[in-house]
């Protein structure tokens, strides 16, 4: 039954059998998109016809592909997320950071209430949060536009509304990273500070923050990871600077060739390693 | 505790305004504002005043309400699998896997979640289509005459998106099996409980909570998932948040698109409603 238990030979190889169908289930497409971005074919498919970084590297020249980094159309997608991610991170962490404070260590009428509204994201699905936002911000826009003549171009689809509506979910997560930490906190340790004369502003500054590194960093890398891929909440806002995940999107579904192959390969590569190092941070913080 | 709440005052605003400005700019006045779009009718047409006819055209429609009780139907559904392969995934990482495998298998399962849906449902099109990977081995092999074209239909699309959401189950479950106290399965086992009465009796009532949890999450997810149906399914399976695309994006009827949005989040509030009044939770302990 368990690991202290006699378990049958049986019940032994049958679960073990079932937990490597799941593993491989879980690894093979992934797998098998790396391979692929390095088939020499016009198609992501098999057979195999040999080994190249065309797809990667390939100028295009003499007939043949254009690699991800000579193709103009994707680099600048990938640019445009690149710039979406980190401002959304920055934005989304200083807000859940503030939100944590907010809820960790204030007293306020209605807290409850907003504590709900702010947890609410996680449920809500990105589309919804994405036509709304979307209409809300026009309807002002044109407000604005009919009543004052003013251009609120900030707020019409684009790269910074992408941003506004990333940042009104991502922050939430955030939120909950560094809440989990500051729940920890020992309060003590800032009563000795008042206590030498600190005010607020110091306290939070030199020690309260100084405590929650590790997890405004774990925000950080969550938030640029979760904008960079973010596809339900972006598609309702974008305008004419199209982030990748949504250029790829038109790419995947009209009809592909490796190219996408080679940009995945390079976003699994780059997210595994970020996925490791913060799991590592996370593991390390825990044993703290 | 003095010093604290003498301290309380700008402290407190500095957290207090950007938090309240987030929830009131970004997620409260977008969704009044969808509310009263999905109530008035379509600018052009001139009339101004509250009207239900949006939400009449819905039950009118029978392509409507059909894609969304299929897509509630099949969310439920892809909740139960995902539930059903979560279980015994998340027992054997935590009550038969060796103490030393654990952590590793705990970091595997997570890795895959960390690269964008859009990548992890393209791996998956390129092993099932008709050119795919599957078929090139069962061509070659001469087990099937010709290729089937095994994607674009419903079967691929509930395992994409058991495929995207199944994490999302097993991460809860592993919380709560992890307090589960060995000593109670080995008790069960020597009074002489069968498995499936050690299942019923001890294992799955201790997970409860974390079973709501993911089921909860996991339900969320794939109700308002965009990119899976819509690359895997086929022509005829419309999921209800490409319903909510074509209103706003194609048709531009975004009064009749607001409607739609605030239909799915009744559905999902109240289906989320059931679920913890059933089980006695609050979604506080649920988002944690």
């Known amino acids: 039954m368990i690991r202290s238990l006699p378990n049958s030979k049986f019940y032994t190889i049958t679960f073990n059998t079932f937990i490597i169908i799941y593993f491989v289930f879980l690894f093979a497409p992934l797998l098998i998109t790396c391979i692929l971005a390095f088939n020499n074919s016009m198609i992501p498919s098999l057979p195999w016809k040999g080994f190249t970084l065309d797809w990667f590297f390939g100028d295009g020249s003499g007939g043949g592909p254009t690699g991800f980094f000579h193709d103009r159309f994707n680099m600048r997608a990938f640019g445009v997320s690149f710039r979406l991610a980190i401002a959304v991170s920055l934005m989304s962490t200083a807000m859940g950071t503030c ?88 309060r003590t340790l800032e009563d000795a500070a008042y206590n030498l004369g600190a005010n607020r502003f110091q306290v939070i500054w030199y020690i309260t923050l100084k405590y929650l590194r590790p997890s405004i960093i774990g925000g950080l890398a969550l938030s640029f990871l979760l904008s960079f891929e973010n596809f339900n909440t972006t598609l309702f806002l974008v305008g004419a600077d199209v982030p990748l995940p949504v250029a790829l999107f038109n790419r995947v579904r009209d009809g592909s060739t490796p190219v996408i192959n080679a940009i995945s390969f390079l976003l699994i590569f780059v997210t595994s390693i970020c996925a490791m190092v913060n799991l590592m941070l996370s593991r390390k913080k825990t044993e703290d | 505790m003095m010093t604290k709440s003498k301290k309380l005052g700008w402290g407190f605003f500095i957290f207090f305004i950007p938090v309240f400005l987030w929830l009131l700019l970004l997620i409260v006045l977008p969704h009044i504002e969808l509310l009263r779009m999905s109530f008035t009718r379509a600018a052009y047409l001139k009339q101004p005043g509250l009207t239900l006819s949006n939400y009449f055209e819905f039950f009118k429609e029978p392509i409507y309400w059909n894609t969304f009780l299929r897509t509630a139907m099949y969310s439920i559904t892809v909740t139960i699998i995902v539930l059903i392969i979560g279980l015994p995934v998340a027992f054997y990482i935590t009550k038969i896997a060796s103490l030393k495998t654990r952590g590793f298998l ?27 990977i599957i078929n090139h081995f069962m061509t070659k092999f001469g ?70 949890s993911g ?62 009044k059933l089980s006695g939770q609050n979604l506080k302990e649920v988002v944690k």
Not at chain 2, 110 to 130: A, D, H, N, Q, T
Request: aromatic share 16%; with cysteine.
């Open chain 1, 99 to 186: 939100a944590a404070f907010l809820f960790e260590q204030e007293n306020f009428p209605l807290k409850n209430l907003m504590y709900l509204l702010m947890i609410a994201p996680i449920v809500i699905p990105g589309v919804i949060l994405g036509i709304s936002i979307l209409s809300f911000t026009t309807t002002v826009a044109t407000f604005f536009q009919n009543h004052f003549g003013i251009r609120l171009d900030a707020i019409r689809p684009g790269f910074w509304l992408v941003a506004f509506g990333q940042f009104s979910f991502i922050s939430t997560y955030v939120a909950m990273v560094v809440s989990a930490r500051l729940k920890k906190f020992d």
């Open chain 2, 106 to 132: 705990t970091i595997l399962i997570l890795i895959p979640f960390w690269v964008s849906e859009l990548i992890r449902v393209y791996g998956w099109m390129i092993i099932l289509r008709e050119s795919g």
């Open chain 2, 143 to 212: 087990i099937w005459k010709q290729p089937i074209e095994m994607l674009y239909n419903d079967a691929a699309m509930i395992m994409g998106l058991v495929y995207t959401s199944v994490l999302f189950m097993i991460v809860p479950i592993i919380g709560v099996m992890d307090s589960l106290d060995n000593s109670y399965i080995e008790a069960a086992y020597d009074l002489g409980a069968k498995k499936w009465v050690i299942w019923r009796h001890i294992i799955i009532p201790h997970c409860m909570p974390g079973i709501i």
């Open chain 2, 215 to 276: 089921c909860i999450i996991v339900f969320m997810m794939v109700l308002g998932s965009y990119l899976t149906p819509n690359l895997m399914g086929g022509k005829n399976s419309l999921w209800f948040t490409q319903q909510i695309y074509n209103q706003f994006i194609l048709y531009f009827n975004w009064n009749m698109g607001a409607a739609f949005g605030f239909l799915l989040l009744l559905m999902s509030s109240i289906i989320i409603w059931i679920a913890l």
